[in-house]
């Protein structure tokens, strides 16, 4: 499944034909599973949306997306014109980044547009959290595999680490049979708080 992204600099109806057009080239294929924009900028929402609707017609892409959408951009979009046919925000969102919870994923769900948690593991931090080690021993599993099991527990979210090493790929796969308790639900609750209010959305 191929995910690429269009930056806002080149989301304008000409710049999104052109910037995927070179993107299939160079990954020397004819057409991309999932376009995203990486986040929101200066172009008219509509006109990007209305490029993906063209690209979509054309068989260069399947489906579009967004990423970094908080939760008035995300409202803003699938009020336009085929803007509901938004297939998912790609968001900052791990146990030490819970703030989507306040409205952003609560919103998502119940539209059934899927959050792709990027930097799930917050690129590394969370595999040395000695706040999951308890977890983690329960599971006989490692923190990073709690950290990502956490993830995919939470209803409407797809998690999306990058692992380079064969050995971490493997673990993340593995992570996907991890079920946490409620106890474990618990207490990673008392480690990592969840928002008690709206903050803006953070990007990395
Ligand atoms: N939309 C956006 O604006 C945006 C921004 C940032 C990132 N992303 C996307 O998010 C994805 C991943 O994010 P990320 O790389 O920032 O963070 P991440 O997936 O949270 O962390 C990656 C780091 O964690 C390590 N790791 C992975 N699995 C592990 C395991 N089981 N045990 C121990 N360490 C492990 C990796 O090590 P090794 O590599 O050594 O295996 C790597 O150093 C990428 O696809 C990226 O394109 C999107």
Request: charged share 25%; net charge positive; with cysteine.
């Amino acid at each position: 499944f191929l995910v690429s992204k269009v930056p806002p600099t080149n989301a304008s109806r000409a710049g999104v034909k052109r910037a995927c057009e070179n993107s299939l080239k160079r990954l020397a294929t004819d057409r991309i599973d999932l376009y995203l924009l990486h986040w929101p900028g200066s172009v008219p929402l509509a006109e990007t949306v209305e490029a993906f609707e063209a690209l979509k017609a054309a068989g260069k892409i399947r489906h579009w997306g967004v990423s970094n959408f908080d939760t008035d951009e995300m409202e803003e979009l699938v009020g336009l014109p085929s803007g509901a046919n938004v297939q998912t925000n790609q968001v900052l969102y791990n146990l030490s980044r819970r703030g989507p919870e306040f409205d952003l994923a609560p919103w998502s769900l119940e539209r059934g547009i899927p959050l792709m948690a990027y930097s799930p593991v917050e690129q590394g931090a969370l595999a040395r959290n000695a706040r999951l080690d308890a977890v983690a021993a329960r599971h006989k599993a490692t923190a990073a595999q709690i950290a990502l099991a956490w993830v995919m527990a939470q209803p409407g979210v797809i998690a999306i680490p990058k692992a380079s090493r064969q050995e971490h790929v493997r673990q993340n796969a593995a992570a996907l049979d991890i079920k946490l308790t409620a106890q474990d639900l618990a207490e990673l609750d008392r480690a990592f708080p969840p928002p008690t209010r709206k903050r803006g959305l953070e990007m990395i």
